[in-house]
């Protein structure tokens, strides 16, 4: 019997790292979609309740955090790091 892979639990801020991380192909649809909010001019609040759950009203600095760290590596995957992904 296979058992089903856990995705790992968003973090508040993203692992740092200069290459692709398991972090980064478990949560990649998180980047799509708020690669495709910030195209849209979503705001920070609408990200951080739409895609991460969070209610920005009751955790502000939190919502602020997790959005612009994960905006920030979304636009590094664009730019940088999607070049790891064809290597595979």
């Not at 602020?64 to 994960?70: A, G």
């Not at 905006?71 to 992904?85: F, M, P």
Request: with cysteine; aromatic share 8%.
């Amino acid at each position: 019997m296979q058992v089903a892979e856990k995705t790992p639990p968003l973090a508040d801020s993203v692992p740092c790292s200069d290459n692709l991380t398991a972090y980064d192909r478990a949560h990649f649809t998180i980047y799509m979609k708020l690669l495709t909010a910030t195209d849209d001019e979503a705001s920070v609040e609408e990200m951080a309740k739409d895609i991460f759950g969070i209610d920005p009203a009751l955790e502000p600095a939190r919502a602020q955090k997790m959005v612009h760290s994960h905006v920030k590596r979304a636009n590094w995957i664009l730019k940088s790091g999607y070049k790891e992904l064809f290597a595979d």
